[in-house]
């Protein structure tokens, strides 16, 4: 049997590190919402909590419509912070890993974040990962438009060789 | 759902859901914000793999719950898949958070994330996300105040 090993390698060079660790993570993340789906009947989406959170401040009508969330997207932030942390604490590297990647550009990603994820009624997990899983239209839209945009930037942005 | 309602097991359940959601952030390496670059800029394309992967296996609770289950066992919630109607907010809002993504290599859930595998610099991201939260909450609330419109939430 002659197998061409061309096509083999021009896929591998878009996995340098492997499918493994992406599929395996996959796996536990689709199993967290699963479960708090199974057993409870919500959609858990990561983004909410931001909105939710500013209600314990803020009088904004916009954020008192989460009042009755909110202890609960609490508890699902700290328990996603927690099991971070487990991971790094066993098969990670023990808290170290600090990102090299410019303040400026979290700091401002994260408003446009914070902004873009309310108005567009999800995130990547809201969306990507519940509202995908429903099939959703509005989803799978939302995904692919947030996709071809942050390829878009993130291109950009190294090709006028801001790194990293 | 009333806050009442809710089952003891209610808090521990999503607790449990939130460490293996976290985990798997942590594993796949989406708390790094460098490894989401890369794979906006293609040169590691895995990630595919976290988000298509966790969606299929959302995909069998939302397809199975309803099939097996009457209804869940800690709330007085009926099994429904996440539908949100669409507008031009799903295509605006997503435009906006693709340009943070892209520019940041950050999303909500893998903030917190990083959060927990010890990046402390991710912080300027989460206040970053609170402030643009707010901001559009301000902007938001004042067209509430004319056009009542229902309230979504994921």
């Known amino acids: ?164 | 759902m009333t806050d009442a309602d809710r089952h003891p097991l209610f808090m521990p359940l999503i607790a449990v859901g939130g460490l293996l959601f976290g985990f798997g952030l942590g594993y796949s390496h989406m708390a790094r914000p460098e490894v989401v670059l890369d794979f906006l800029q293609f040169e590691d394309i895995g990630l595919l793999f976290v988000m298509f992967g966790g969606a299929l296996v959302s995909g069998m609770a939302y397809f199975l719950a309803p099939k097996l289950l009457d209804r869940p066992a800690l709330t007085n919630r009926t099994f429904e898949r996440r539908l949100k109607s669409f507008d031009n907010h799903v295509l605006g809002g997503g435009a906006v958070f693709g340009v943070g993504w892209g520019l940041s290599g950050i999303c909500p859930g893998a903030a917190y994330a990083s959060l927990g595998v010890g990046n402390l610099t991710i912080l300027w991201a989460i206040a970053g996300m609170f402030i643009g939260t707010y901001a559009q909450g301000l902007w938001r609330s004042r067209d509430d105040a004319s056009d009542a419109s229902a309230p979504g939430a994921d």
């Open chain 1, 1 to 164: 049997m002659v197998i061409d090993p061309l096509p083999l390698q021009v896929f591998a060079e878009y996995f340098p590190n492997g499918i493994g660790r992406y599929a395996i993570g996959g796996l536990f993340v689709g199993l967290g919402a699963s479960i708090i789906y199974l057993g409870t009947g919500i959609s858990a989406g990561a983004s909410t909590f931001l909105e939710s959170t500013l209600s314990y401040v803020s009088g904004q009508s916009r954020f008192q419509q989460y009042v009755s969330s909110r202890d609960w997207r609490v508890v699902f932030t700290a328990s996603i912070i927690a099991g971070a942390a487990i991971y790094s604490f066993t098969l990670g590297d023990g808290f170290q890993y600090s990102t090299d990647v410019q303040v400026w550009r979290l700091f401002v990603g994260g408003i446009l974040v914070g902004v873009g994820t309310r108005i567009g009624k999800g995130c990547t997990s809201g969306h990507g990962i519940c509202g995908v899983g429903s099939a959703s239209r509005t989803s799978l839209i939302g995904v692919a438009t947030f996709l071809l945009v942050a390829i878009g930037v993130a291109q950009l942005v190294a090709a006028m060789g801001v790194t990293p």
